[in-house]
C-alpha cells in the first residue's frame, strides 16, 4: 500500500510549524477573543486554560499516536488496527470536508479584505454594512473562495515536506510576529487596560454550564481535534519523535496564539468604545472601524488580515490533507489527482455554503426551531457534533479496542522520560474525554436543558 506520494516531515522544527500551523486558526483569531468577549472574559479563559490541559493534551497525544503506530491516514489507520472501526476514520474525512467547504468561503473573504488595506482600507462609513454587503452578494465571495481554495491547492501539492511544511514555517514566525506587533500597538492605546482587565480578570458570576460546554467546544475547534488532522500529521513521523512533548508544545503554541489574538483585539476595542460582542462582524467589520480612526490604521489593518490569512491556509492545507492522504494511501491516487479531485469537491459545496449568506435563502430546521442557513448547518454540524462524536469514539477506541498497552508502547518509542505521564494520560482519556463529549453533546444538541428540565 505504500505510495511514493506519501512523504514524511523534514524536521522537527518543521512538523511543530505545520501541526501548530493546523491548530492556530480562524478559531484562534476570530472565535476565540469573541467567545472570550461574551462569556465573562477571564472566567471563559481559565476555564478553556483548565481544558486544554486536564484534555486538550491528551486528545492530541491520542492522535498523534495512532496516526505513528499505523503510518496511515485517518480511516485506514482506525481499519489497520482493527477492520471492523475504519467508519471512525471514514467519518472523520467527511467531517474535514465539510469543514473545509465553508472555512475556505471565511478564508476568502480574508483575502477579500487584505486586497481592500492594499487599497487604502475599507472606505464605506458603515464598516459592518460593507461587509454584510459583500458576504450576500452572489458573486464576489465565489471569486475570492476560488481563490482560497486555489491557495490550498497549490500548497497541498507540494506535498508534506515540499509543501505543507515549507508553507508553514514561513507563515507560523510571521504570523507571531504581526500578532505581537499588533498587540503591543493595542495595548499602549490610551484605554487599553479595560480591555486587559475584561480579557483577563475572571467575573465569575457569568460563570455556568454554557460557558464550560462552549470552552470545550472552542478547545476541539481550536486545537484542530477530533477528525483525524493530528492522526494524518502523526502518520508522517518517524518513530524517534517524542510524542508527550509534542503534544505539549503544539496546545501551548495554540494557546498562546489565542491569548495574543484577544490581547491584539479586545484592548483596542475597549479603547475605542466598541461592543467585544459582535459575532463574525467583530473581525470584518468592528476592526476595520478601529483601523479607520487609529493613526496608521492602514497599515495595521493589512498587517492584521495578512497574518489571518497566514492562519487560516494553515488550517486550511491541514483539512485538505485529511481526504488526500486517503486518496494516496487507499485509492493509489497520485497526490495530484487527490488534491484536485477533492479540492474541487469542497470548492463546490462551499459555493452552496457561500450563496446561503445572500441568495439562497433556504433555511434548514436541524436541531433549530429558528431555521439555520446552509453555511451555519456546515459549522453547527461539524464543530458541535460531529468532532465531539470523533473525540468520542477516539476515547472508547484506545479503551476497548486498540488498548492501552499497545498505545503505551508506541508513545514510549521515542519518549525521553519513558511516558511519565502515562497514568494521567489513561485517566484523561478513559473517564474525562467520554464525560466532557457526553456533556458537550447533550448541551449542543439542547438535550442537557431537556433532560435538566430548563
Ligand atoms: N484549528 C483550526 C482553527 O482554529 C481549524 C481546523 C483545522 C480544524 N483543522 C481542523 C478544526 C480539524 C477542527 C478539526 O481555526
Redesign the pocket.
Known amino acids: 500500500m505504500e505510495n511514493k506520494d506519501r512523504g514524511s516531515w523534514g524536521s522537527k522544527f518543521g512538523f511543530i510549524m505545520a501541526a501548530a500551523g ?7 483569531l476570530w472565535k476565540f477573543p469573541y467567545l472570550a468577549g461574551e462569556n465573562g472574559g477571564g472566567a471563559f479563559v481559565v476555564v478553556y486554560l483548565g481544558i486544554v490541559i486536564l484534555l486538550g493534551f491528551t486528545m492530541m497525544l491520542g492522535e498523534l499516536t495512532v496516526g505513528r503506530a499505523t503510518k496511515l491516514n485517518q480511516y485506514n489507520a482506525y481499519k489497520k488496527i482493527n477492520p471492523k472501526f475504519g467508519f471512525i476514520g471514514g467519518i472523520g474525512i467527511l467531517t ?1 470536508f465539510l ?1 473545509l467547504s465553508f ?1 475556505s468561503v471565511v478564508g476568502g473573504w480574508v483575502m477579500k479584505y487584505i486586497f481592500q488595506y492594499i487599497l487604502g482600507g475599507v472606505k464605506d462609513a458603515d464598516k459592518m454594512g460593507y461587509f454584510v454587503n459583500f458576504i450576500t452578494s452572489p458573486v464576489e465571495p465565489l471569486f475570492w473562495h476560488a481563490l482560497f481554495m486555489g491557495v490550498t491547492l497549490f500548497i497541498v501539492l507540494g506535498g508534506i515536506s515540499g509543501g505543507i511544511e515549507k508553507a508553514s514555517k514561513i507563515m507560523m514566525p510571521l504570523l507571531f510576529l504581526f500578532l505581537i506587533i499588533i498587540a503591543v500597538r493595542s495595548l499602549t492605546l490610551p484605554g487599553a487596560m479595560e480591555g486587559v482587565k475584561y480579557f483577563l480578570i475572571p467575573n465569575w458570576s457569568e460563570f455556568n454550564l454554557d460557558v464550560l460546554v462552549k470552552a470545550m467546544g472552542q478547545v ?8 483525524g ?1 493530528l492522526v494524518t500529521y502523526g502518520s508522517y513521523l518517524e518513530g524517534r519523535e517524542d510524542l508527550p512533548s509534542n503534544a505539549f508544545t503544539i496546545p501551548a503554541l495554540d494557546t498562546l496564539a489565542a491569548l495574543l489574538a484577544g490581547l491584539a483585539i479586545l484592548p483596542a476595542v475597549f479603547a475605542f468604545g466598541m461592543e467585544p460582542g459582535a459575532g463574525p462582524g467583530l473581525m470584518f467589520g468592528t476592526l476595520p472601524r478601529i483601523f479607520s480612526v487609529m493613526p496608521l490604521g492602514g497599515i495595521f489593518g493589512l498587517m492584521f488580515f495578512i497574518l489571518v490569512f497566514f492562519a487560516a491556509a494553515t ?1 486550511s492545507i ?2 485538505l490533507e485529511v481526504p488526500v492522504s486517503w486518496g494516496i494511501d487507499a485509492l493509489g491516487w497520485s497526490r495530484k489527482k487527490a488534491v484536485v479531485i477533492f479540492s474541487v469537491l469542497c470548492f463546490i459545496i462551499g459555493i452552496a455554503a457561500s450563496l446561503s449568506n445572500g441568495p439562497w435563502t433556504q433555511k434548514f430546521y436541524f436541531f433549530n426551531p429558528d431555521g439555520q442557513n446552509f453555511f451555519d448547518v456546515l459549522d453547527y454540524l461539524t464543530s458541535n457534533i460531529l ?1 465531539p462524536l470523533g473525540g468520542l469514539f477516539l476515547s472508547l477506541f484506545i479503551t476497548f479496542v486498540w488498548g492501552y498497552d499497545n498505545a503505551f508502547a508506541e508513545i514510549r518509542k521515542g519518549s525521553k522520560n519513558n511516558f511519565a505521564l502515562s497514568g494521567f494520560w489513561k485517566l484523561s482519556m478513559m473517564i474525562g474525554v467520554p464525560l466532557m463529549m457526553a456533556l458537550v453533546f447533550l448541551q449542543q444538541t439542547g438535550l442537557l436543558s431537556k433532560i435538566l428540565g430548563q
Open positions: 493546523s491548530a492556530i486558526g480562524l478559531g484562534n474535514g469543514i472555512y476541539f475547534f481550536s486545537l484542530s481535534l477530533g477528525m488532522t488550517s491541514s483539512l468532532l
